[in-house]
Antibody, heavy 121, light 109 residues
């Protein structure tokens, strides 16, 4: 079935980087763009950026510009989100979610299970 | 940009109807979508474009829109419907192209 499986929880020190993976299966990977969002404790979800999985084009939230990099490996059907210069405020659950490409309007139609990233010294 | 506001919690007895609202200034111009999230699970799209239901989602889930408010209705609530629900819309002219609601915890008594 169609699913997105993310990498496991991470604990990082302030100033470090984290790279979260999101492996897609059950559909043609390059047909759908992928989005990344995060949810800090007690906060609402927050969009971070997206990648066109076909041509690799990306767009990032201004809030994370310069710190976030989203890439993809089409052979592995996997998208990666790397966040650098981590600080305690980056402690959150990070989700990848598929852009439904108009099938469901601009909704996120399939989500990964989430990856908990904890930033602590 | 605009924000989406939801009530923090809704409690309902089994078999009754739960209504969850989502309010935002941009909603008259943009569609809203609803997601269900159970602890430790990925969010699940239950309503898209205000009132459409993806295949596989039970008919007891429905959506409606009026002005700056969209509503998710769960008719004949079942114990398995206990979850967090959040709305999402778009704001391509704002700081973030995608905006999310604050989330509502539905408790089945």
């Amino acid at each position: 079935q169609v699913q997105l499986v993310q990498s496991g929880a991470e604990v990082k020190q302030p100033g470090a980087s984290v790279k979260v993976s999101c492996k897609a299966s059950g559909y043609t990977f390059t047909t759908y763009s992928m989005r990344w969002v995060r949810q800090a404790p007690g906060q609402r979800l927050e969009w971070m950026g997206w990648i066109n999985t076909d041509n690799g084009n990306t767009k990032y939230s201004q809030k994370f510009q310069g710190r976030v990099t989203i890439t993809r490996d089409t052979f592995a059907s996997t998208v990666y989100m790397e966040l650098s210069s981590l600080r305690s405020e980056d402690t959150a659950i990070y989700y990848c979610a598929r852009d439904s490409s108009g099938l469901y309007g601009d909704a996120f139609d399939i989500w990964g299970q989430g990856t908990m990233v904890t930033v602590s010294s | 940009s605009y924000e989406l506001t939801q009530p923090p919690s809704v409690s309902v007895s089994p078999g009754q109807t739960a209504r969850i609202t989502c309010s935002g200034d941009g909603l008259p111009k943009q569609y809203a979508h609803w997601y269900q999230q159970k602890p430790g699970q990925a969010p699940l799209l239950v309503i898209y474009k205000d009132s459409e239901r993806p295949s596989g989602i039970p008919e007891r889930f429905s959506g409606s829109s009026s002005g700056t408010t969209v509503t998710l209705t769960i008719s004949g609530v079942q114990a398995e419907d206990e979850a967090d629900y959040f709305c999402q819309s778009t704001d391509f002219g704002g700081t973030y192209p995608y905006v999310f609601g604050t989330g509502t915890k539905v408790t089945v008594l």
